[in-house]
Nanobody, 114 residues
Framework: QVQLVESGGGLVQAGGSLRLSCAAS????????MGWYRQAPGKQRELVAA???????NYAGSVKGRFTISRDNAKNTVYLQMNVLKPEDTAVYYC????????WGQGTQVTVSS
């Protein structure tokens, strides 16, 4: 079994920052891609950022330049540093890892007030 535990969500004012963390534990032998999706009320889940084993990154256009994804392979942890947050960033954020198969975190709420 693989478990993903997320932390770092919360309420922040527009322009503020938050850092999300997602630690994987359990039957982990090797992890490929890691990343974050988000889902806002009434909207489909969308990819926010992804990072490969070698550190290559990919971002949604709406967060590029504001969010930074990173990973610590020794700790099996992926991070999402979110700066200059906007109300439209409000969503539940889900981390994932590709082991394979794909495993998901439980989600953490991020709320940005205007």
């Amino acid at each position: 079994q693989v478990q993903l535990v997320e932390s770092g969500g919360g309420l922040v004012q527009a322009g503020g920052s938050l850092r999300l963390s997602c630690a994987a534990s359990g039957s982990i032998f090797s992890i490929n891609d890691m990343g974050w999706y988000r889902q806002a009320p009434g909207k489909q889940r969308e990819l926010v950022a992804a990072i490969t084993t070698s550190g290559s990154t990919n971002y949604a256009g709406s967060v590029k330049g504001r969010f930074t994804i990173s990973r610590d392979n020794a700790k099996n942890t992926v991070y999402l540093q979110m700066n200059v947050l906007k109300p439209e960033d409000t969503a539940v954020y889900y981390c994932y890892i590709v082991r394979p198969p794909v495993y998901w975190g439980q989600g953490t709420q991020v709320t940005v007030s205007s």
